[in-house]
């Protein structure tokens, strides 16, 4: 890394603690110096700069309110928590984030007592720390819990799911809701301002409690104290913002300007007093202090390297990838056949759907973050005569697992899932790696599953996807779309595998990005004399056992490749139907075993899983496959 413009105070800021006796000036600077720490780091060794950026002074502000570890601060996601990592004796390990065997990019329980709970997927703190105040609350403990999430997290179902419970408490639980994207005009937000300084002022509650238990004990106190409730409720719908929360019995703080630290932590002092939920509205820029993420905030939620001066990439693109190719190819099956329509969960820049979005702005859905809306209403609309195309990252999709075989599958209705991100994904680690949706699709009937093993088969897949009447998944991975092969592109027939290269004695099928994989291997086999045929599963589901009907003849091995874990997955599938029908053939299962993949650069975490080419020929070897030594 080069060297750090990190000033000598915040070298001095240890844990949380140290923060205590700074001066309002220095507050100011340490915020300063965290900026640019995290923006000179991330420069070279790529994050989520954006988020992190719109929270340093909310990150100040909690942990100047609150006592960690005792107190217990829940992240939503987690892309804000750099911060939050820096203020808790973690500066040191900051230059090794996200890369293997390093910090990871998320909160971590076994990282740091600081961080209470695991978080990567959105829309999850507030159920997780309902649980955590109910834990607290039966054990007799006394520390506040503080769920972070942000006004995107709020979209999903299960953050009102846990609002739901959360009204019901008579307990302290403080909820910060970081707005980031949501402007106030002069006037709401002048009024709300005054509002809030009241409700916040010191003594206000007691006041209140005062006023109210004084008109209880007067003459029909219950029915002027009822009158002045109505009254009060009729005036906060017309200019209080958060009635939603209030109604459902939460009390709302806010709007509170989320770079004011001073105003945060009066804020929090009072919200720790209240006997019940609370939302404190805490209002952010996302990209603060680096003008080009405040310029582009979508572009830099997680960066390539780039240049501190001008934000601009390091490195340009100059081949196309996957989500790059769906997005190319969904343009074209939208102007054929106008019952094409495309969903996403609030990811139409990550997905490729922008473009498609600008072009069929009424036939593009963007549901937010709901990945089991965005799966049933796809089931709807294909109810209704359309052909809708879900793209989801993989690790995402297994949120709306019910609703594909309630919803989808049951009625077997032609929506296409087009799946991004999967397999193995690298730095952002065990809650995005997408190396579970072969196993998951697989096992819902009526689901048909296919892996394109470069750029060209995936048009060709999605075409055919499209042209199908049932429900089907294509999965791709994350990265540069593969260009070998380009001479193999066989139409795509229902359940057929793809024959590359025929010969006897082993026999490699892959499916997917392990295509290319197994294309390597064949070539050191080749290389070093001994023969060996190559196929291209292309389907999962429907295996083509037709294929392995035709291999047992002339081959005693076979080698299966996929980037998913072996439970329940194209291997599996593979070998139950050759110990039923050839037991004499060896089956060799190549795949990700069962564990959660830590974070790290994709090279290193394929050969520590052992799904390189090097390590596949190292395995083949000890099982006694080869028949001459094929040197890596």
Same mark, same amino acid.
């Given at each position: ?30 915020? !300063?110096? @965290?900026?640019?720490?995290? %923006?000179? $780091? =991330?420069?070279? #060794? ?7 950026? *719109? ?111 959360? !009204?019901? @408490?008579?307990?302290?639980? %403080?909820? $910060? =809701?970081?707005? #980031? ?7 709401? *937000? ?121 934000? =601009? ?320």
């Amino acid at each position: 890394m080069a060297e750090s413009k990190v000033e000598h105070l915040l070298d001095s800021i240890h844990f949380p603690e140290d923060l205590r006796h700074l001066s309002q000036d220095k507050l100011e600077q340490v915020c !300063a110096d @965290l900026r640019q720490y995290i %923006i000179d $780091v =991330l420069s070279e #060794n790529p994050g989520h700069l954006g988020a992190s950026l *719109g929270t340093v002074e909310l990150t100040m502000a909690l942990h100047l309110s609150f006592q960690l570890p005792e107190d217990k601060i829940i992240w939503d996601v987690g892309h804000q928590s750099y911060t939050h990592k820096l203020l808790t004796g973690r500066k040191d390990q900051f230059d090794n984030l996200r890369k293997f065997g390093g910090m990871s990019g998320f909160p971590k329980r076994k990282e740091s007592n600081c961080d209470s709970f695991d978080t990567g997927h959105s829309s999850t703190s507030i159920s997780a720390g309902l649980g955590l105040v109910k834990a607290r609350d039966i054990q007799g403990q006394k520390n506040s819990v503080i769920s972070v999430i942000g006004d995107g997290s709020l979209t999903g179902g299960m953050a009102y799911e846990a609002l739901n419970n959360a !009204a019901k @408490l008579e307990t302290n639980f %403080i909820i $910060v =809701l970081n707005d #980031n994207n949501m402007s106030i005009s002069e006037n709401v *937000g002048g009024m709300s301002k005054y509002l809030n300084s009241v409700r916040t002022a010191d003594g206000y509650l007691n006041l209140r409690d005062g006023v109210y238990n004084t008109i209880m004990d007067m003459p029909n106190g219950d029915k002027v104290a009822n009158k002045i409730r109505r009254f009060k409720n009729m005036f906060k719908q017309m200019v209080v913002p958060g009635m939603l929360f209030e109604d459902m019995g939460i009390t709302y703080l806010g709007p509170v300007d989320g770079h004011d630290i001073n105003a945060m932590v009066r804020t929090f002092q009072e919200a720790r007093r209240i006997r019940k939920a609370v939302i404190v509205h805490v209002i952010t820029e996302k990209g603060r202090g680096f003008t080009p993420a405040e310029r582009h905030p979508a572009r830099f939620h997680g960066t390539e390297p780039f240049d501190v001066e001008t934000g =601009l990439p390091l490195k340009a693109r100059t081949s196309a990838n996957y989500t790059d190719v769906f997005s190319t190819v969904m343009l074209k099956l939208a102007s054929r056949d106008e019952r094409v329509v495309a969903i996403t969960a609030a990811m139409p820049d990550g997905t490729g759907l922008k473009r498609f979005r600008n072009v069929y702005p009424d036939r593009f859905f963007d549901v937010g973050i709901a990945e089991e809306h965005a799966v049933t209403f796809a089931a709807g609309l294909a109810a209704g005569g359309m052909r809708p195309i879900v793209a989801i990252y993989s690790s995402f999709l297994q949120r709306a697992y019910d609703q594909i075989l309630h919803d989808v599958c049951l009625q077997n209705l032609p929506v296409v899932f087009a799946i991004d991100r999967a397999g193995l994904v690298g730095s952002d680690g065990e809650t995005h790696q997408g190396i579970f949706d072969l196993t998951f699709l697989s096992s819902v009937p009526n689901m048909s599953v296919m892996a394109p093993k470069n750029r060209w088969e995936l048009e060709k897949m999605l075409q055919f996807a499209i042209s199908y009447d049932g429900p089907i998944a294509i999965r791709y991975p994350r990265g540069e779309a593969y260009r070998g092969l380009k001479e193999f592109l066989a139409p795509v027939e229902y359940g057929v595998s793809e024959m590359l290269y025929e010969e006897r004695g082993t026999a490699l099928l892959a499916v997917g990005s392990m295509v290319s994989t197994a294309e390597h291997i064949r070539e050191k086999l080749k290389s070093a004399g001994q023969p060996c045929t190559l196929v291209n599963g292309r389907f999962v589901k429907p295996m083509d056992t037709d294929v392995i009907d035709h291999l047992a003849g002339t081959h005693h091995t076979i080698v299966t490749l996929e980037e998913n874990v072996l439970r329940g997955g194209y291997g599996e599938r593979v070998t139950d139907y050759v110990q039923k029908h050839y037991p004499q053939i060896k089956v060799v299962n190549i795949a990700l075993p069962d564990a959660y993949v830590e974070h790290g650069n994709v090279s290193v975490l394929r050969n520590e899983l052992g799904i390189d080419s090097d390590s596949i020929l190292a395995q083949l070897k000890r099982e006694g496959v080869l028949e001459t030594d094929a040197e890596a």
